[in-house]
């Protein structure tokens, strides 16, 4: 493998525990390299790792994400090139333990979406071949980058291997969930106005939305604190687009016992 490790103005110590995770790898007989960006533009980050990665398949994980299967990422590169028409691929997504309960409730519905445990939604990881990177240039400055690549391929071209895992931390609390929550939305309204096609919830027809809804009633007494915060976030979305801006939001996030300071960071200029 190759490995680029593309810091996007970070402004910890991420840089220097990059490089010495880097020599550890090559020691390990593959090749990585760190990049420095002196700006916080994730999209900008994604193109200069492109610029600087070799070979034919990509992978591409978010920081916070955590491979919890052996060979993950090997076991998706298989899939990519032993499978004819696969051309984007990622393990099942999963949620690590939550300390709020607002955020175990609503992620516990959010995960058994269909279009989010049945679809290669990306979420902090996916994998495309060289066919299905040449489906698109640059990555573009949008808010949902990884919305726009499951946008370019069709349904059955996406894989989801069922067993093999990865996981990523929900923002805890309402006020940072509703942060990421009307992010996500405002990205996938932003990307609605530039692609259709079968991506997102989209990709499911009604039936299967609503054959969801009525065979899952465990879920039911968490559905209206589910679409409660949607709601919320949806207003927050509408407007952001009012005020013609599109900022890149991240709320707190803990990672091994230790906590992040929240911040914002402008991510796309005003409209």
């Known amino acids: 493998m190759r490995l680029v490790i593309s810091d996007n103005g970070s402004s910890d110590a991420t840089v220097e525990l990059a490089r010495t995770w880097a020599r550890r790898f090559a020691e390990a007989g593959h090749e990585a390299c760190v990049l420095h960006l002196p700006h916080g533009n994730k999209c900008a980050a994604l193109n200069a790792a492109d610029a600087a990665a070799g070979g034919l398949t990509r992978v591409y994980l978010d920081a916070d994400v955590e491979l919890t299967t052996a060979n993950c990422i090997s076991r998706v590169v298989d899939t990519l090139s032993g499978e004819p028409g696969v051309l984007m691929c990622c393990p099942r997504l999963c949620i690590a333990p939550c300390d709020t309960w607002v955020t175990r409730r609503w992620g516990r519905v959010w995960a058994q979406l269909?279009?989010?445990?049945?679809?290669?939604?990306?979420?902090?990881?996916?994998?495309?071949?060289?066919?299905?990177?040449?489906?698109?240039?640059?990555?573009?400055?949008?808010?949902?980058?990884?919305?726009?690549v499951q946008a370019q391929f069709r349904r059955h071209?996406?894989?989801v291997l069922s067993d093999c895992h990865f996981q990523i931390r929900l923002p805890d609390g309402l006020r940072d969930l509703l942060t990421i929550r009307t992010r996500q939305l405002s990205g996938n309204r932003q990307l609605a106005r530039q692609i259709s096609g079968d991506w997102g919830r989209a990709a499911f027809p009604l039936s299967e939305r609503l054959q969801f809804v009525l065979t899952q009633p465990g879920l039911w007494p968490d559905l209206p604190l589910y679409f409660f915060i949607n709601a919320c976030a949806h207003c927050r979305a509408r407007r952001r687009e009012a005020l013609g801006t599109s900022v890149w939001e991240r709320a707190a996030t803990r990672n091994a016992g230790h906590e992040a300071d929240a911040d914002e960071a402008e991510f796309a200029s005003s409209r």
Not at 115 to 128: H, L
């Open 114 to 148: 269909p279009w989010v445990c049945q679809d290669a939604i990306g979420g902090g990881f996916y994998a495309v071949s060289a066919e299905g990177r040449r489906r698109w240039g640059r990555f573009p400055d949008l808010l949902s980058e990884d919305a726009f």
């Open 157 to 159: 071209e996406r894989r």
